[in-house]
């Protein structure tokens, strides 16, 4: 007899029959156009029922995956115990793009989408995925699985070589916690602990690998799933008291402060604060094109462009500044390098950030040391509500606005052959109008200058792990978050980001999510050419080769043709100025009408000479 406890007391706990009522209002609320179950099974029965179970009542949305039989069992839950509800799955081509997806998703929400891998192989298709999403500190709730650990319960040949000693070991050091639950009744923590430590501040990936046999064990004594709200993540920590009021002293006191903004929260009420923090201190703002946006890159004390790497302006304003705030900066030592050089920060430096608790020392994402007076240890975006509240009463700085710098304008072509990112950002505002526009990627060499930041989803910043192939994915996850926020969620791609994961698209088709992909194409892996051009001309050799072993034409690919194969529109090559604007602006409308669409734009290949002096002769000279 199967005898199965939902919620422990529910019947005497009005709170818990609300939860679940609330839960149900969910499933029967979320839409879905294809893969309706029939003779779907209400009763519970199986172990990988009790971790489905776990899953709908953390109001997961969606469950990105692509097939596998060594979680059949889990499959089966999903379709034929929820209903394909809560969560809703959403079919990938390859493991990498589902776990993109899953980043895309919680760069807009700031929450956990849930993943499902195979197996070994799964896991270690998606490992790359993971690895961005654990630089971008980004929650997600991975689910694995392995063969049966009970070696008499393995199927000959395939359930020997997919099952693992360790499968977490795998992605262990670029995950914030992994478990691999040994029993039924063990499934319910494990999940809800691997939730809470996603959810929970500093975020990062985590993993769930559920055995086989276990997921396919049926379910004979009493399992008590218990209601989350009681093991929820725990609230954002605040710096100390004594910290925050010693840097509230010192800014106060400041006369030419500067603010780097980095990662922080995606809302308005956080956006707001951060200016107010910055129009109280009459402090310089930065922003940085990793973080993606956080203060208005427009405004009068904001200096020049948000940026990988120092600009003109940004270092003569740290050298200048006597006090440098850093919120969440990404690679503060770095950074100061760049201004000062090594060894060597002669302003005040104040840091608030929590990212330190995940540092493991695997990976090198933590960068470079850099030297802090007053460390504001939690979360950026609560010191900065708790820096306004010990600076209130203070006298307002009194920082004269930036003056702008002055634009770079594109070189007008000889041709109407030559199109460039410039072209592409005026036609692209021209087709959208009033409409805003998220920015889910950004191909090098965008004109800021004509997207300014104004919005907390303007732009949601770089991929965390400098994985190419996470564009199409991290864009399609976005899309689908902002599907009915009235916003147009366009990705700027690169040929070589979108080409390595092109079959992602396919999802974007199958689930009607509205994206707009205009592909930067240059045919070329162009940041590499510039490598080894730097490499070359450090030699005293031919840069002139630069070419070889980069260049992605003779033939070009079809990319359009390629989005076609997967259900898109598919526009291009666009290879004129002239033909650029329709191209957009048909684009613009398909995607208004629901429907995902890829542009491919051959941009001059030779453009961003023009906007900066060479990365890979910079990078030579300071030995990155």
Known sequence: MNRFSELSGSRKNPEKKGAMAAIEKLVKSQSSRLDEPVDVDPKIGWGSDVAAQVLRQLNIP??????????RGFH????????????????????????????????????????????????????????????DRQPMLIFGATGPVD?????????????????????????????????????????????????????????????????EQEVTDEVTIPEPARFGPAPASRPAAAALQQAADILAKAKRPVI???????????????????????????SDLKAGAMVPTDHPLHVGEPFNQLTKSARAALQDADVI????????????????????????????????????GWGKEHMELPPIDVHLL???????????????GRPAGTAAPVKAEKPFKAEASQSNDLVNLHHVARALAEAV??????FASLARGWPHDLWPHRHPLDYLGKDGGGGVGSGPGITIGAALALKESGRLTVGILGDGDCLMSINALWTAARYAIPVLFIIANNRSYYNDELHQEGVARHRNRNPANRWIGQSVDHPAPDIAKLAEGQGLMGIGPVASVEELKAAIYRGVECVRGGRPCLIDVHIDPGHGRHLRESMAERSMAKGS
């Open 62 to 71: 969606y469950i990105a995956l692509n097939p596998g039989a060594s979680y």
């Open 76 to 135: 089966d839950s999903l379709v034929n115990y929820l209903g394909n509800r809560m969560p809703e799955i959403l079919m990938c081509l390859h493991e990498e793009h589902a776990v993109a997806i899953a980043h895309g998703y919680a760069k807009v929400t700031g929450k956990p989408m849930a993943v499902a891998l195979h197996s070994n192989v799964g896991l270690m298709h998606g490992s790359m995925a993971i690895f961005n999403a654990w630089c």
């Open 151 to 215: 070696a008499t319960l393995r199927r000959p040949w395939i359930d020997w070589i997919h099952t693992s000693q360790d499968q977490g070991a795998i992605i262990r050091n670029y995950v914030k916690w992994d478990d691999q639950p040994g029993s039924i009744a063990a499934l319910p923590e494990s999940i809800l602990r691997a939730w809470q430590q996603t959810a929970t501040a500093p975020h990062g990936p985590v993993y769930v690998c559920l055995d086989a046999a276990i997921q």
């Open 260 to 286: 780097l903004f980095g990662r922080g929260r995606r809302t308005q009420e956080d956006w707001d604060r951060r200016v107010a923090l910055a129009e109280q201190l009459g402090a310089f703002m930065m």
């Open 325 to 360: 705030l850093s919120l969440g900066w990404i690679d503060l030592g770095g950074t100061l390098r760049q201004a000062f050089g090594y060894g060597n920060a002669p302003a005040t430096v104040i840091h608030a950030g929590d990212d330190i608790h995940l540092h493991n």
């Open 378 to 392: 939690g979360d950026p975006d609560a010191a900065v509500a708790d820096l306004l509240d010990a600076l209130a």
């Open 433 to 438: 109008g009033d409409q805003p526009v998220t």
